[in-house]
């Protein structure tokens, strides 16, 4: 073995001034995309292109222009005019604590592997079950991301109202859970991997503003009950991926309750209005559900990717992975909420608490408040402007901080408008001065912005829409 070679990996000098420069690096960055807007949104390459590039890098390249090549070749998300991704421009001070996370490298599994960040992930989650309006008995859990979040989610509903012991004998019926036909594709996913099957996963249709139409709640359960499938939870979103529609979680409250069913919230995107004055109301309800699921990587200025699932009665996030690992999880008499590997899927996860932890303890949760309360309202002008404007149409007014929207041209048919905003996109991809994403709703193909970054104003978003009508007009006149 070559220790000298070891030596030069863990060589504190190097690390010492390598750091420092990243650390200019990054500041500079920073003031380029937030201040100046110097750089880029995207500086869009085909998939063969990059992979290209990074096979010469890895043989040729310098190795000391690894972090600059990175910042080249990636989305900024503290730039202004990103518009796209529902993914936060993370606070700097978050940048520190994963750094000391990947440094101390505590996998978290059991107390001692994490005393610190454990401590802190059981501040933080009673904190958020408070807003949510749960009690003293409720209990959360940090874990990576909103998908694993709303499986083990699940996974505690199927364990506390099926009373056959599906995790350890397997399913001896038919099992359903209810959610809106906008719900996010993780909640589909969840109950797959569950062995639900299509006929286990009951859509709900949506209104026109595409939250869950809960008139026809009654009809759905009795149609699923009457096929023998046992529907024990129903998922509210707040809101929607593609639409920021929040259900009613009101009624869908109160019909859980009738129904003796687990209520849950998928509120990975939207969760975080429980600290906006403005729009708590958004979430009026929440405090009847069973499990809320909150990104911190959203609209909460973390980095990816960290997510908080809240439990109204603790012992339900204690019960669902029943089983034995002797080498690290010793049986014990009290509520033992330190041992993060009994309420997860990871053995191993990282100090996420440390992001959540700093941003409340050196700002506040007002920062909260001002951030959501901020993006939101933005959206809210946004679809003002574009509803005066006579060549664009929304799909729906905004309830969250995205919007969805499209270019028309008066005369055209559906097929080619749809074909006309696609290369709206595509054509704003590869120019790379904004970044926005796309959706179809009800076969209409739409733009749509998710307005993440706190330094997104209107002159923005009406640059924005200038340049989408001068991208169309222009295509409009290439076909004609």
Not at 57 to 82: G, M, Q
Not at 177 to 198: F, T
Not at 220 to 246: E, L
Not at 307 to 333: M, N, P, R
Request: net charge negative; proline share 3%; charged share 20%.
């Amino acid at each position: 073995m070559d220790q000298s070679l070891i030596e030069k990996v863990y060589s504190t000098d190097d690390f010492e001034e390598k750091g420092h420069a990243l650390i200019n690096l990054f500041s500079k960055h920073l003031q380029n995309t937030i201040s100046s807007e110097k750089e880029r949104v995207i500086q869009w390459s085909n998939p063969e292109v990059e992979l290209s590039y990074w096979k010469d890098f890895l043989a040729n390249k310098d190795p000391k222009a690894f972090f600059e090549e990175v910042l080249k070749r990636t989305t900024h998300t503290h730039h202004p005019k990103y518009v796209g991704h529902q993914v936060a421009a993370p606070a700097p001070i978050t940048v520190l604590t994963g750094a000391l996370s990947s440094l101390l490298n505590n996998g978290m599994a059991v107390y001692e592997m994490g005393m610190s960040p454990t401590a802190m992930e059981r501040i933080v989650t009673d904190k958020l079950a408070e807003k949510i309006g749960y009690d003293s008995q409720s209990r959360g859990i940090l874990t990576s991301g909103g998908t694993l979040a709303n499986l083990t989610a699940l996974l505690a509903a199927r364990k506390a109202k099926v009373l056959h012991d599906v995790w350890n004998e397997g399913h001896s019926q038919p099992l359903g859970i209810m959610v809106s036909e906008q719900a996010h594709y993780c909640v589909d996913r969840a109950a797959k991997i569950m062995g639900l099957g299509n006929k286990g996963i009951i859509k709900l249709p949506v209104r026109d503003n595409f939250a869950m139409d809960v008139d026809r709640l009654e009809e759905y359960y009795g149609k699923a009950m009457s096929q023998g499938i046992h529907v024990f939870a129903i998922v509210g979103s707040a809101p929607a991926t593609a639409t920021g529609a929040y259900d009613n979680l009101e009624a869908i409250g109160n019909f859980a309750q009738k129904h003796n069913l687990w209520f849950h919230v998928d509120g990975a995107h939207g969760g975080a209005a429980i600290f906006s004055e403005k729009y708590m109301h958004l979430l009026n309800g929440i405090e009847k559900s069973d499990s809320v699921v909150i990104d911190g990587h959203k609209m909460m200025l973390m980095p990816t990717i960290t997510t908080a699932l809240v439990f109204k009665d603790g012992s339900d996030s204690h019960s669902t992975f029943s089983q034995k690992a002797d080498y690290l999880l010793i049986d014990t008499e009290e509520e033992d909420w330190y041992n993060g590997g009994k309420r997860t899927f990871e053995c191993t996860k990282s100090m996420m608490s440390l992001h959540w932890f700093i941003i409340l303890k050196m700002y506040g949760e007002e920062v909260f408040d001002s951030y959501l309360t901020r993006q939101y309202d933005l959206a809210r002008e946004f679809a003002s402007f574009l509803t005066n404007e006579t060549d664009f149409e929304l799909a729906v007014e905004p309830m969250s901080n995205i919007l969805c929207f499209r270019w028309i041209k008066p005369g055209e048919n559906l097929a080619a408008i749809n074909s006309i905003n696609e290369s709206i996109r595509q054509k704003l991809l590869d120019k790379g001065e904004f970044y926005l994403v796309q959706t179809k709703l009800k076969g209409v193909h739409y733009l749509r912005t998710s307005l993440m970054n706190p330094f997104t104003t209107m002159d923005h978003l009406k640059e924005l829409a200038h340049q989408i009508r001068s991208i169309g007009k222009n295509h409009v006149k290439t076909i004609n």
